[in-house]
Every structure is written in C-alpha cells, then in structure tokens.
C-alpha cells in the first residue's frame, strides 16, 4: 500500500506543479531582441540580441522562443549548441531555463547576405511544466528590423567607364564655366557659341554682348539606373538577371558616396519604385545634394527599392523635368532609339550625360 500511496503522492504533486507552472509561466515574464545596429551594409556582420528577464520568484523551468528569420540573414552555423539552433537557414530557435529573479541575454552572429529590409520581430514563445505534460504559448510581435544597404566596391571592382565618369565629373567642373551660371555680360570673341549672346545687351549697345559663365562651387552627379533589362521587360527582373541588377545597385551606390567624399552632391533616380509600392505608378528621384545625411538618405533610398520596373525607361526620363547642369551617369543594360531620344533630351538640358552599359548574363 505504500507503494500504491507514493505513486498516487507522486501523481498528484507532478498535477499540481503542471496547474501551477501553466498559470504562471508567463507571469511578469519580458522577452525582447533587437539588432545591434538598425542599418549596415551587405557582408558586414551584425548581431541579434535576445533577452528575456523572469522578475517572479517562481522558475521557468523551459522556455523556447521560435522564428522565422528571412534566409538573406545568414547566422553563424558554428556557434550553434543545445540552447540555440538554425534550421533549413530560416528557422530560429532558442531555449531557456530561468531560475527566480533571474535575466538572460544572447548574442547571435549574423551575416547580411542581401539588400533589403528584414523583420525578425514575430516570435512565438513556448513555457511548460518540469516534465513538459502541458505548456503554453504566446506570440509577440516586436519591433526588429534591420535596414541592409547595397555593399559598397572598392576602386577596383568598379568598371573603368563608370570611375572614369565620377573622376571626370570631379576635375572638370573646377576648369570649365558652367552654362546656368552668369556672373556678368563681356564684349564677344570669336568662338564664342551663340548661344552665350545675350540679345537685350546687344541690341542695347549695338554691339553683341554674350554672357559671361562662372564657375560652379557645387558640383553634382546624378546616377540613373534603368532596372528594366530589356525594353519588352514588363514588370519584375527575370530571376537570371536578378543578382547582375544588384551589382549595378552596388555600382550606384558606390559611385554616390565616392562623390560625397570628393566634396560632390549627389543624387539617385530609377524607373524602380519601393517595396511594396508596385503597380501604383510611383518612381525612385533622390535629387542631388551633400552632406552625411544625404548618403544615408540615399543607401536607404537604394534598400528600400524593389527589383520592379514601374515606368519604362524613355518615359521615366522624360519624368525628370527638373534636372539642369549636372553629371549624369545612366547605367541600363540596353540602349534603343526611344532610349537615345530621351537621352538626348537631356543633354539639351544642360546635362553631360553618359550611359555605362551592363550586360547580360555575365557572372558577377
């Protein structure tokens, strides 16, 4: 009979502290993780911080806390143990014992494998019993996310046309007058286009009068990526041709923020639009300007982005009415008459515009 009473005392003390651990697993228990940083760039190493604090002077005897994390955030395959496993490369999980009053905090390595905005904030957390009969679930959704910007190429993975553009770019506008600035009125010469004559001057002196230019102490580059592949593209990037698009976003992004450096403004536009924007028409401009503040805007601009082409080319460049004297760089994979046209439209702007031409199906 003794026996018989201790397995009875034994199953209702194992009851009783499945009742009591049920209620009040999650009892004045907080679960958090963030990013270390809130942006970087493609290749850089981040961590994920989890932490979670039981302010009870009850124990959790476990606690696993899972999600699903996007797979262009590649964890450290190494540093996985009992307590914390990837699986299939999407899939997190971690495990806890916590004793009363106690906190835990993990750090996970993480690699940014791609371009893009990623949340990792939806978690489903899971508490049971010292012999897991029953347990309880929980789902939170918190605030993490991180912003990856396109990596950044050193001078010798750029192609030469587009380095040689920004190095043009920088030197000329300190040794040629720039034709939208006028700092007064001299007598012609010879040579001088026509264009310079300033009429009213003229007819007013009886002699032709042509305008004088200055020099601009403000340099800017615009960088225009064409994101559709071919003119019959109609909506998203062909999957083959995905990974050669990210380069020429890398290539712009580079090409931006060497021209910041050299004391440039820049700028970014694209017949792209930004994730989760499609099919309503709106298009990519950051115009140009300085500043540190203006390369976050635009490696940010260049994140957000889709792989979406939401205007053709030629009517996205006929979009942009505004832009006057500046250094312009098209980086497309094709070039075709109405491309050409709009192109030249440009120039009659007063543009310097010169078109980089990727190409297609070429191992990057």
Not at 298 to 309: G, P, S, V
């Amino acid at each position: 009979m003794s026996v018989l009473w201790l397995v009875v005392l034994t199953g209702i003390l194992v009851f009783l502290q499945a009742l009591l651990f049920s209620r009040f697993d999650f009892r004045r228990l907080h679960y958090e993780r963030h990013f270390s940083v809130p942006a970087a760039h493609e290749g850089q190493r981040v961590e994920l911080i989890e932490s979670i604090r039981n302010e009870k002077l009850l124990p959790v005897p476990w606690l696993r806390a899972e999600s699903r994390i996007p797979k262009e955030l590649g964890f450290d395959k190494a540093a996985t143990d009992a307590m914390h496993e990837v699986s299939g490369g999407m899939y997190h999980r971690s495990l806890f014992f916590l004793a009363p009053m106690c906190a835990i905090t993990r750090h996970h390595a993480i690699t940014l494998l791609r371009r893009g905005v990623y949340s990792a904030g939806s978690v489903a957390l899971t508490a049971g019993d010292l012999f897991a009969l029953v347990h309880r679930e929980k789902q939170l959704e918190l605030d993490c996310g991180i912003v990856v910007y396109p990596a950044l190429l050193p001078d010798d993975a750029l192609p030469d046309p587009a380095h040689r553009w920004l190095g043009e770019a920088v030197v000329k506008r300190w040794i040629m007058p720039d034709p939208f600035l006028v700092n007064g009125i001299r007598d012609y010469r010879p040579g001088d286009p026509m264009r310079d004559v300033h009429w009213k001057a003229s007819a007013r002196t009886g002699e032709l009068r042509v305008k004088q230019r200055d020099y601009t102490s403000d340099p800017k580059a615009l960088v225009i990526l064409n994101v559709q592949v071919s003119p019959h593209q109609w909506s998203d990037v062909p999957p083959q041709d995905e990974e050669r698009m990210e380069q020429a976003i890398r290539i712009a992004a580079s090409l931006c923020q060497r021209a910041l450096k050299s004391g440039m403004s820049a700028g970014f536009a694209t017949n792209a639009c930004f994730q989760g924007r499609q099919g309503k028409g709106e298009y990519i401009y950051v115009p140009t300007a300085a500043g540190s503040s203006q390369g976050d805007k635009l490696m940010d601009t260049m994140a957000r982005m889709a792989l979406h082409r939401e205007l053709t080319f030629p009517t996205f460049l006929g979009e942009i009415k505004n832009v006057e004297g500046e250094d312009i760089l098209i980086i497309s994979f094709y070039e075709d008459d109405e491309t050409r046209a709009a192109v030249n439209v440009l120039r009659q702007q007063g543009n310097n515009v010169s078109v980089y031409r990727m190409e297609r199906g070429v191992r990057v």
